[in-house]
Nanobody
Framework: QVQLVESGGGLVQPGGSLRLSCATSGIIFERYTMGWYRQAPGKQRELVAGITGGDRTNYGDSVKGRFTISIDKAKNMVILQMNSLKPEDTAVYYC???????????WGKGTLVTVSS
């Protein structure tokens, strides 16, 4: 059974950093696309970063050069390192696991990131 549990959110000042973790169970990273999404109040959920096959990454335009997604296979975790945070990065951040065949998609419950002075 697949489970995704996010942690690491909190309040940070503009320009600061946070490291989000997604603890996983039931995931074979080479078969899944793992992703971080976010949803700000009044806005649609958007892709922040994805990693496919354990090593191929892609990023939303607004976070390129500031955020890094990675996998810690030893700990079964997906990590999102967020640097140079801006107030517009404030959102609930969700971990996602997507399997192409058979089609499966899983979400965590989210962790809140607030960037404010």
């Amino acid at each position: 059974q697949v489970q995704l549990v996010e942690s690491g959110g909190g309040l940070v000042q503009p320009g600061g950093s946070l490291r989000l973790s997604c603890a996983t169970s039931g995931i074979i990273f080479e078969r899944y696309t793992m992703g971080w999404y976010r949803q700000a109040p009044g806005k649609q959920r958007e892709l922040v970063a994805g990693i496919t096959g354990g090593d191929r990454t892609n990023y939303g335009d607004s976070v390129k050069g500031r955020f890094t997604i990675s996998i810690d296979k030893a700990k079964n975790m997906v990590i999102l390192q967020m640097n140079s945070l801006k107030p517009e990065d404030t959102a609930v951040y969700y971990c996602n696991a997507d399997l192409l065949f058979p089609k499966r998609n899983y979400w965590g419950k989210g962790t809140l990131v607030t960037v404010s002075s």
